[in-house]
């Protein structure tokens, strides 16, 4: 059974359709990324999916419950999930352990408080009052508080901004953990190089409905799509779109009779792909 | 597999916690507490005359201390905090733990309860010492006391709770709570002898459990020879006691029934 599976979801506020048909089956331990523009529906269909709104149409099923009729059943799936929502600034008072301990007595099987810390890389802060940690530490601590838990289905929903590159790697390394452990996460981000270092499937979403579903590799026909070949001849850089580049760049080989002059063979990034995709669909603006 | 923590459980651990936040806030804190002892100083200075034979205007100012800080600490306090708490994110990451909102609500009793009992203290050991104050001395009159308190502080935070749901933020949650709560305090006979009022004033106070908390208190620092002064001629303890379960009742059903965790 999937853990997560979307039929036919669809939810307006007024006359804005936010989402207007999306499926989605997320199977066990895989890392999920949903990727799409600021008003695409994204943020509408994950809070959604964990409760926290309800929903015009369309069946859901999150670790085999219903969110919108968990009745009794309510804490109990919720001790099995993981949130890690936008933004939080509350208990400015409270110290980083004091508020990791707090939560840890929550769950029904909580993970260790110090080493949630240390995975989440503040364990130099443990005594440090909220209000004093930087933007990066407090969003570090909003993981934390996410995975106290041990869930099954971690909600991520970007959960690196404002991280500096060196806290984004290692917050990477702490997913790819996660993913040892068996977690399923459904990930939110803006930022294509994570959803490409972490996600086995993306998801594009625009305009309320889902574009595309495939692995970050393959995404809008990249594998397949063409290089693009281009060098220096001279005064003039040239370029040359190409099924076979090996075969371009032996040509020039033996044209320049050794090295190529500023010799490149590119694919388009995931940033090209899902920016002509969402560029393509964009038939309304929202 | 363990089982996850029982509601109550869970309640007093959050207790623990907004207390211990609550501390850490030394401005509110001393401000919080030492209110009414500011005002009693003020108003015991400022109205030196006896209301009654044997009745000080402190002493009767002490039974409306008390009742209105039950108001300012529960529901002036949870009307304004919560939307502030709202707004940061804080609630909405609270919801999408397995700790349930009865979890919460229990944790603001405990903050609200604790609070009452500490300002209290801090009344009665400045009214004994600087006003003259007067304690009663009937063990009956210490039950009254003591059930007003609870009761009082109970039904406080749950309309404290409920009300949360009418501030659109956090930053204008106090201009709307904040002249609910004086123009309440003077209808209900806080500051001035509840009886001098016009009518139409002390009928539209009689609706809300304020008059009846001061009221309540009269009974337990007023000689009972006062009682003849009081609307009814009586305490009316009893219809006291019925009318703070009635409002409690109200704000545990919107608290339960509206509760926003959300902004939107």
Redesign the interface.
Known sequence: MNVIEVKGLKKSYGQVHAVRGVDLSIPAGEIFALLGPNGAGKTTTVEILEGFRSRDAGQISILGFDPQTLGHAARQWRDRIGIVLQSAADAGDLTVVETVEHFRGYYSKPRNTDEVIAAVGLEGKTGALIRNLSGGQRRRLDVALGIIGSPELLFLDEPTTGFDPEARRAFWALIEQLRGDGTTILLTTHYLDEAEALADRVAVINNGLIVEVSTPAELGGRATSKALVSWRDGSQVKSEESDNPTSVVTRLTTQFGGEIPELSVTRPSLEDIYLKMIGGVHEQDS | ?????SALN?GI?RGR?EI??FA??RESVVFTLLFPVILLAIFGSVFKDTIAPGVTFSQYFVAGMIASGLVNTGFQALAITIPM?RD??????L??????ASSYFIGKAILIAVTMIIQIALLFGFGLLFFGVEMPTELSKWITFTWLVLLGSACSTALGIAFSIVPKSGRGASAVVSPIVIILQFFSGVFFVFTQLPTWMQQLAAIFPLKWLTQGMRSVFLPDSFAAQEVAKSWETGRTFLILIFWLVIGIFFSVRKFKW?RD
Request: charge should be positive; charged fraction near 35%; glycine fraction near 12%.
């Open positions: 597999m363990n089982k996850i923590p869970l651990r916690l211990r936040q850490r806030q708490e940061v994110g804080g609630l909405k990451r919801r999408g733990t397995p700790m349930p959300d």
